[in-house]
C-alpha cells in the first residue's frame, strides 16, 4: 500500500528530502508543513497549521499520514516525537528521536560525557559553569592554542567559538558562562583544538541496525578559502574524495556502533537520522559534535546520489529490516552552491525579486529563503536558494552549480565560487 508522507520544515534540506520522496514508487500523497515555494510543486503545504503536537497529532490522523519526518533539531529537542508517539498508533511511522535521544545534539555536555563513557574518539575537554569560572580560567592557562569553547545548549549555530590566544579563551569563556548566548552558555565545554579535515556522516537508524548514507563535506564560512564568520552553510559536496573504505569501516567500528550500543545501554530508544560531524586526524576519525537530524547543506548534495527508494528505507528502519538492506548510491559526484543574500551572516535585505534560469535534469534548485510576493518569487532568508548538481566528477558537479548560480539573478546576490577547494579535485 503507497504511502502518505508528512515532512516538518522549511529549509533547503526539507525541500531536498521531498524532492527525493516525492520520486519515490510507494508514494501516495506528500505534504510539508510549513514548506516553503520551492517544496510546494512537489507537495501540499498546508497553511494555518501550527507546528505543535496537538496540531500535528490531528493533521496526521485526519490526512492518514504513514510516515512522519522531521528536519529541523528545535522541535526534536523540545520532545516533538514523544508527544506524536503517545497520540499515535505504533504503525506509523515516526522519522526523528525523542527529547532524551535529542540531547545529543541539544547539550555538548551531555554529548561529551556520553563520548567518554563509551569511549568514542573526541577532543579532550573539561566543562564549566559560572561557579566554576576560576577553574575554567586554570584550565585555560594549561592548554595549547587555539582553544575551542562550545556553548552546551543549542545556540542557532553560533555557540563554538576557537580563541587563538589564552587571554582571549579566559575572556570569551567569561562573557560566555556571563549569558553571551543566554542559557545555551550557562555550561560550556573547552576542549582541545584538533588539527585535520572534517567531514559529515550519516547514519538511518531505529537504534539497532543503521545504514549509511553517503557521506558529505559542507563549507560553513561565508568568505571563499574558508574565510570570514560561520554560516548555515554555504556549499557541499559528496563524495569526500578522502573518505576511503578503510576510513568507512573505522567510522562503523569505533564511533556509529559505540553510539548506537551506548543509546542502548542507556535505554533511550532511538530512531531517525544521526549526523557525525567528524575531523578526520592522521587517519583517525574524531567526532566533534553530534546531530539529531540531516545535515544542511550536506542533504542538498547527498539526495541527489542515493538511488534507493527513501520511502523503502524508512519503513524498513521501522520494520527493523536494515540488517540486509543495501543502499544504493551513485558513482557520481554531487555538489551544492548557496546562494545568499548579501550581508549574510550579518544584516542583509528581503523581498528582492528573483529570477531562475531553466535547468537540465541533473541539477535541481532547492529554495531555503523564498516566498511570494504578490505573484513574484522574491528573497525572504538570509540562505535563499541551493543548487546542486551531480556529474560524473566534482569538479564538473561544482562547475555545473557555479553556472548556474551566476544565472540566478537577485539584487545582493553572493556566493562561493571555491566549494571544494581544499580537496584535490
Ligand atoms: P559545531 O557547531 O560543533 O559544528 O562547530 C563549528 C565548527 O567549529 C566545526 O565545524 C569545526 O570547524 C570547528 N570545531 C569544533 N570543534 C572543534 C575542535 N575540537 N577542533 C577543531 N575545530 C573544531
Ligand atoms: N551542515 C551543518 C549542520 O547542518 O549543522
Not at 508514494?27 to 514548506?35: A, K, Q, T
Not at 580560567?137 to 562550545?150: D, R
Not at 549526523?275 to 542533504?299: A, H, K, M, Q, S
Not at 529490516?321 to 550579518?346: C, D, H, M
Amino acid at each position: 500500500m503507497n504511502k502518505n508522507v508528512l515532512i516538518l520544515g522549511s529549509g533547503g534540506r526539507e525541500h531536498a528530502l521531498a524532492w527525493k520522496i516525492s520520486q519515490s514508487s510507494l508514494l501516495s500523497n506528500l505534504y510539508c508543513i510549513p514548506g516553503n515555494p520551492g517544496i510546494a510543486t512537489l507537495a501540499s503545504c498546508p497553511t494555518g497549521i501550527s507546528e505543535d503536537a496537538e496540531a500535528l497529532t490531528r493533521f496526521i490522523h485526519d490526512n492518514k499520514i504513514d510516515i512522519f519526518v522531521c528536519g529541523p533539531e528545535a522541535p526534536l529537542a523540545e520532545g516533538l516525537m514523544d508527544k506524536l508517539r503517545q497520540n499515535l498508533s505504533d504503525d506509523v511511522i515516526l522519522i526523528g528521536p525523542g527529547r532524551q535521544g535529542a540531547t545529543l545534539e541539544s547539550s555538548k555536555q551531555f554529548a561529551k560525557e556520553f563520548m567518554m563513557r563509551y569511549n568514542i574518539p573526541t577532543a579532550a575537554y573539561k566543562s564549566f559553569n559560572s561557579q566554576s569560572l576560576n577553574q575554567a580560567t586554570e584550565f585555560i592557562m594549561t592548554m595549547n592554542t587555539p582553544v575551542v569553547l562550545k556553548a552546551d545548549g543549542l545556540a542557532a549555530g553560533k555557540g563554538v567559538v576557537i580563541c587563538n590566544t589564552r587571554q582571549e579563551a579566559v575572556q570569551e569563556v567569561t562573557d560566555m558562562l556571563n549569558g553571551k548566548f543566554g542559557e545555551a552558555s550557562k555550561v560550556v565545554v573547552v576542549e582541545e583544538f584538533l588539527r585535520g579535515i572534517e567531514c559529515s556522516v550519516f547514519v538511518l537508524t531505529n537504534g539497532e541496525q543503521y545504514i549509511v548514507l553517503p557521506e558529505a563535506k559542507d563549507y560553513k564560512r561565508v568568505g571563499e578559502a574558508d574565510a570570514g564568520p560561520n554560516t548555515g552553510g554555504m556549499g557541499s559536496v559528496s563524495p569526500v574524495p578522502f573518505f576511503t573504505d578503510t576510513l568507512r569501516k573505522r567510522i562503523c567500528l569505533n564511533i556509529i556502533e559505540p553510539t548506537l550500543s551506548g543509546l542502548k545501554a542507556e535505554k533511550i530508544e532511538y530512531q531517525g537520522f544521526i549526523f557525525f560531524g567528524l575531523i578526520i586526524v592522521n587517519g583517525d576519525p574524531y567526532v566533534i559534535e553530534y546531530n539529531c537530524r540531516l545535515g544542511d547543506p550536506e542533504t542538498e548534495s547527498i539526495m541527489l546520489r542515493i538511488e534507493s527508494d527513501f520511502i523503502e528505507m524508512m519503513t524498513a528502519c521501522h520494520e527493523g529490516s536494515l540488517e540486509n538492506y543495501k543502499i544504493k548510491i551513485s558513482p557520481q559526484s554531487a555538489a551544492t552552491v548557496f546562494l545568499v543574500s548579501g550581508g549574510y551572516p550579518g544584516t542583509f535585505a528581503k523581498g528582492k525579486m528573483i529570477t531562475l534560469p531553466s535547468i537540465n535534469s541533473n541539477s535541481v534548485l532547492f529554495h531555503a529563503g523564498t516566498a511570494f510576493s504578490e505573484g513574484n518569487l522574491v528573497t525572504s532568508g538570509g540562505r535563499v536558494i541551493a543548487v546542486s548538481s551531480l556529474a560524473e566528477g566534482l569538479s564538473d558537479a561544482i562547475s555545473t552549480s557555479n553556472r548556474l548560480a551566476d544565472e540566478i539573478k537577485f539584487d545582493g546576490k553572493y556566493f562561493r565560487r571555491d566549494i571544494g577547494f581544499d580537496l584535490q579535485l
